[in-house]
């Protein structure tokens, strides 16, 4: 307490705030009364003293300390730590192919030409001035399944490349309006500034109704990290194509053919085709918790997990916990959002007998989430993206929780 | 009378902002015209047909010297692969990738990789990526003729064209990739079917 006094008589005599001298005050005073009638007042710790005042920006508790799995090209979502559906900003995966750009908003323009009837560019500033619109929906990496781990493997490295946002920008329609798309116009070219220069070819009809370019997420400017000052959103498609530090939008007749739709991002199936402009993303779900490394006791155990579709609305979620003999519907926390994470729950009384988890989503469009030995039978065995296997926990007798590898073993 | 005078006029506000909302305009006046040269200087990618192309020429003997200076290190010294994609490597003839024979094939050679000569449909997207972004540590650094040349390189090493073959703006786009009848559109349509 001295100590702390004579502090503030430096600082004082250095310059200081009515915020700091308030603060001391009730502290001082607190800490006084604390002391003479420690007695009779039993206080919790926090309670004992004034806390801190308003600052310009928060941070998490240091007892909460989630964080995101880097490795040398993308960093996942800690799912296993997030509840409802928002992910933090700052816990978006990270997905890019030549580290992350750094760009001046003061210089950025957007450049839109090709097969429009008036070539143009557009500063931040321009694009923010258009009608704005806002969109929650999920994004997700077409690589998004991790097993390296085995029985080890968590939620985050199993599925951690996606991530929900609420995005806020401009419609693409809005954009391609002002230019004037020609009638042969069919593809666009979405080209990033990043030194990747990444670029995607996108069907204009599959898309105009929900493409925007996207300069906030979750109330904030983006993220540099996820495209910063502007990148391309396309709800329910796979995140590649939503090209983040967009700088070039070109239009055309016929798609490109660039390396990540050609060589990258495609899927080679049994029969020896591989297919292309593999964009929505099928329904998925994935129990989070329990899951690796939980230990659970035996009694009531709520279920939680996460299911999306990029074809529409999850429909309907089904557990089993007896691995996969018999489902039980779970309950889903509305409002239930097209092309978006949804969160479902069942409450299950687990008698402490070793046993397996499992979740599976169907969408709207009656889509049920297929089993490995399903999709490897289509796919063959070198696909290795797009990949949506119905995956579990086992639960053994002493309840620790581990990823049910069997399942998704050929 | 002043009281009922601002009603009417507050009213009036609320129509006109009501009737404004109904109807937003074709274009809203933003932007600029984008000048030819900034198109021109921003406009690099290269298309199936070669659209994009620039002047420019290169053999696979040419380079040779050029992947070893710039390439090898990542991608090894014969496009074996390394810190980065393997790039040379093809089935034996009559054997297609990714079918039923081609999966009892390689049941005893279970690393053979993507490569350029079984995976990439359009020899004109070599041209366009490695112009693009590499090598990642300079992207953007090659010329033309570098570009030409290391592109004739790899499709030589996987045995689609000869060593001697001159890669230009007009033979690049007429190279026959291996992969190309292979690729299919997407045949996915939600419902129920697991594709």
Partial sequence: MRSSQRS?????????????????????????????????????????????????????????????????????????????????????????????????????????????????????????????????????????????????????????????TEWTGVRLSTLLREVGTRPQATWFLAEGQDAAMMTRSIPIKEVLDEAMLAYAQNGEALRPEQGYPVRLLLPGIEGNASVKWLHRIELADQPFMTREETSKYTDPLADGRIRQFSLAIDARSVITSPSYPHVVQPGWIEIRGL??????????????????????????????????????????????????????????????QPEWTALQSIRGRRTRYHLNPVTGWTIGADGRVLFAVERVTA | ???????????????????????????????????????????????????????????????????????????????????????????????????????????????VPFTVGNFWPYATTLFDYVRRAMPPSAPGTLSSDEVYSVVAWLLARNGIITDAEVMTAESLPKVAMPARGRFVPDDRKGGRQVR
């Fill in chain 1, 8 to 164: 503030s008589r430096v600082r004082a005599s250095g310059g200081v705030t009515r915020r700091t001298l308030l603060a001391n005050a009730l502290g001082a005073a607190a800490v006084t009364l604390a002391s003479e009638n420690a007695a009779t007042q039993e206080r919790p710790e926090s309670a004992v003293r004034f806390g801190r005042l308003p600052n310009e920006r928060g941070s998490r508790s240091p007892a909460e300390q989630p964080a995101r799995m880097p490795s040398a090209i993308s960093s996942r979502t800690p799912l296993q730590d997030l509840h409802g559906t928002v992910t933090p900003a700052d816990l978006h995966f990270e997905r890019h192919h030549a580290g992350v750009a750094v760009i001046d908003p003061r210089s950025y323009q957007l450049l839109v030409h090709g097969m429009v009837d008036r070539p143009m560019t557009f500063s931040l500033d321009e694009i923010k001035r258009f009608p704005s619109t806002s969109r929650t929906c999920f994004l997700e990496c077409s690589g998004n399944f991790g097993r390296q781990s085995g029985e080890r493997t968590t939620v985050q490295e199993l599925c951690g490349l996606t991530s929900q």
């Fill in chain 2, 1 to 111: 009378m002043t009281r009922v005078y601002y009603m009417f006029i507050a009213g009036a506000f609320l129509a006109s902002a009501v009737t404004s909302a109904q109807s937003p305009p074709q274009r809203y006046g933003l932007g600029k015209p984008a000048p030819q040269e900034l198109i021109t200087r921003l406009d690099t990618d290269v298309r199936p047909d070669g659209t994009g192309l620039p002047p420019g020429r290169g053999t696979a003997s040419d380079g040779a010297g050029v992947y070893a200076r710039q390439c090898a290190a990542c991608h090894g010294a014969k496009g074996e692969g390394g810190l980065a994609d393997v790039l040379v490597g093809a089935e034996p003839p009559g054997i297609a990738p990714f079918g039923p024979q081609y999966e009892q094939w390689r049941r005893d050679r279970p690393d």
């Fill in chain 1, 307 to 368: 299911a999306w579709s990029g074809r529409g609305r999850i429909q309907r979620v089904e557990v089993s916990t007896d691995r996969g003999r018999s489902w039980t519907p779970a309950e889903l926390q509305g409002p239930v959002l097209p092309k978006a994470h949804t969160r479902f729950r069942l409450l299950w009384g687990w008698d402490g007998k070793p046993t397996e988890i499992v979740s599976r989503a169907i969408d709207d469009t009656g889509y049920v």
